[in-house]
């Protein structure tokens, strides 16, 4: 809202086309703005939002603010706003835009997609082929190592409500890989892993919490050499498909220090530089059947 009102400069903001003279506006431009609120008319941070114009090309995008609000400087003309979030329906509504003035929209407010159905109560395996789990690391403080766990195996228990669910995960130590077998045989030895004496990583959920939308948070427990850490996972619902058996997929999250389970390997550059950043970001695209 503060660019919002830099660029009102000191006229008012209605609900309709107002007067000319905005400041900051180009020639021939105009400035709209729009405010996107949740089916409890509380405002929707975070929606992404599309302008086109008459031939489908894009004159602006970006996400709603902390307050739901979105504003943009506009050529004059007829234009298409578009909006659409995780688990709602998109919407599609068409303005025009007069040079010099400032068009606003009524309160957008975004519907629930009912396509989103949760799964069904019951057992649910996760299917090895189709999902994976992976891991990304810093090296010396510049680029990305990226890896996997190739072995795992888990379910997922449905409750009568979702929040009453449970999920719980396996992966095979020795099966991380990086690309580098050198780096992956260093992974494993008691630097990292030490997968001789602790063979398995192991997660298992404690709550199910729903935020919004398709966005929920899944907290659990997390054991990786002997050691058992709180961790969070950030997850988005992708919804149900019949192929082979009924099936569901979430792709989820979390950042993990490593420090925390005792992978304190700590080689220095010359500026007190970390080779291995302590911050480990986890990756998961997980599908599974329903039994």
């Given amino acids: ?30 400035l709209f703005s729009v405010k996107v609120a949740d089916p409890q008319a509380r405002p929707f941070s975070g929606a992404e939002i599309e302008v086109l114009d008459r031939l489908g090309r894009t004159l602006a995008h970006g996400e709603a603010d902390t307050y739901g609000f979105f504003a943009a400087t506009l050529p004059g003309g007829e234009h298409r706003f578009i909006v659409h979030a995780g688990g709602y329906q998109r919407r599609v509504i068409p303005f025009e835009v007069q040079a010099g003035r400032h068009t606003t929209l009524d309160t957008v407010t975004l519907r629930p997609d009912e396509e989103m159905a949760l799964p069904e109560q019951g ?3 996760i299917d090895q082929d189709h999902s994976s789990i992976r891991f990304v690391a810093r090296h010396i403080g510049l680029s990305r190592v990226h890896g996997q766990f190739a072995g795992f195996h888990g379910r997922i228990k449905v409750g009568k409500r979702m929040e009453d669910s449970e999920v719980e995960v396996t992966m095979d ?18 630097d990292f892993l030490d997968v001789a004496r602790y063979p398995r990583l192991h997660f298992v959920s404690s709550q199910f919490g729903y935020l919004r939308g398709d966005h929920w948070v899944i907290k659990g427990s997390l054991t990786i050499r002997g050691v058992t850490g709180t961790a969070l996972l950030d997850t988005r619902y992708l919804g149900l498909q019949e192929w082979n058996g009924s099936r569901t997929a979430i792709c989820a999250s979390t950042e993990l220090h490593r420090e925390d389970y005792t992978l304190n390997y700590r080689q220095l550059l010359g500026k007190g530089i970390n080779v291995i950043g302590s911050t480990i970001k986890i990756e998961l695209d997980v599908q599974a059947i329903r039994q």
């Fill in 123 to 125: 057992e649910w395996l």
């Fill in 173 to 190: 130590a020795a099966s991380i890989t990086t690309g580098n077998t050198q780096r992956d045989a260093h992974l494993r030895s008691p």
């Fill in 1 to 30: 809202m503060m660019v919002l009102g830099k660029l009102l400069g000191r006229q008012p903001a209605t609900g309709r086309p107002g007067a000319s003279g905005i400041d900051g506006i180009p020639l021939g431009g105009g």
